[in-house]
């Protein structure tokens, strides 16, 4: 994890930022507003790990070569921008009791975040023409999902949900006078995006399930059967697709293809490419200890056994 340590030191500074001016909030948005930064601060044992937000400034510096406390402030800004549109996204996902707190405090994370960006970037600034169309890109997303199966037709659209995190890679090339590389970074955060969003969804796919959300892996499943999206799918089936037939080494092909794709493109992000690659190594992991198990059951059995219990 050279892409995340080589930069641990900078994180904590952004996150203590982060927190110093959440604590500013009004009450009783404090507290609500910590414990929700502290569920994404990678440096928490018990956090969930969007490294990709906080770390494309950085992952970018040897490009732009950007200043470190540039890099902090992009960083930051983007810890802000994570945490109103996850919220946004709970929100349209769940029914839950305290949504009038949870939008509150998604507006008073959101202006943090435009406070952040506006000390870089001037109204004139084509920052805020590309910000406005990555929070377009997200908004057809998240209201398109169950309506199209865009991870066999339109695979890059899975990533579109997260794009508003592409702000600060696009506004540290703006700083830094390479304005020419947007397309091509933005494309590559795209595919990196992918590959996450598909680990995520092996991880969550029975809650998707469960919720009626859409899920790459429950696509990837249905395509194998030709059917439609989740048509005759429910946990048995599955379950028999991964673990009997295989279906979650096809999908880490997938995976690996666009990882290929990624570290075949320029210029070069090293942290980028070695970040999507671990991520795809990872399901690659679960994949073989699948497919490692199905080997011993169609022996009988009985090698598994004795693999497990004489010790």
């Known amino acids: 994890m050279e892409w995340y340590f080589a930069y641990k030191d900078e994180l904590e500074k952004v996150f ?75 929100v349209m996902d769940t029914a839950a009791d305290n949504r009038k707190m949870q939008l509150a405090l998604s507006q008073l994370f959101y202006t943090e975040c435009l406070d952040v960006y506006r000390d870089l970037f001037p109204a004139s600034s084509p920052f805020w023409t590309y910000a406005r169309t990555y929070i377009g890109e997200w908004a057809v997303s998240v209201t398109s999902e169950g309506t199209k199966d865009f991870f066999q037709g339109e695979r890059h659209q899975v990533a579109l949900k997260a794009s508003p995190l592409k ?46 959300s859409y899920n790459c892996l429950l696509s990837h499943i249905s395509a194998e059967q030709k059917t439609a999206y989740r048509e005759g799918l429910g946990p048995e089936q599955i379950r028999e697709a991964i673990y009997v037939r295989g279906a979650l080494a096809s999908y880490v092909s997938i ?37 490692t198990g199905r080997s011993h059951l169609r022996r009988g059995g009985l090698d598994f056994w004795l693999s497990k219990n004489m010790k």
Not at 185 to 210: C, G, K, N, P, Y
Request: hydrophobic share 40%; net charge negative; aromatic share 8%.
């Open 16 to 90: 203590r930022q982060a927190e110093e001016r959440t604590a500013a909030f009004p009450a009783p948005f404090q507290n609500q507003g910590l414990d929700y930064l502290a569920r994404f601060n990678p440096l928490r044992e018990d956090s969930t790990r969007n490294y990709i937000c906080y770390l494309l400034p950085f992952w970018l510096q040897e490009l732009t070569g950007l200043a470190p406390e540039i890099c902090r402030k992009l960083s930051l800004g983007n810890v802000f921008v994570m945490a109103h549109y996850l919220i946004q996204d709970d």
């Open 167 to 212: 702000m600060a890679g696009t506004g540290a090339l703006l700083l830094s006078g390479r304005a020419d590389l947007i397309q091509a970074i933005t494309d590559m955060t795209d595919t990196a995006l992918v590959v996450l969003q598909m680990s995520d969804d092996w991880a969550d796919w029975s809650e998707d399930l469960e919720e009626n």
């Open 255 to 291: 995976a690996d293809q666009a990882v290929q794709q990624l570290e075949n493109l320029e210029p070069d992000i090293p942290g980028l490419r070695m970040f999507t690659r671990s991520i795809a190594e990872e399901l690659g992991e679960e994949a073989a200890e699948i497919e």
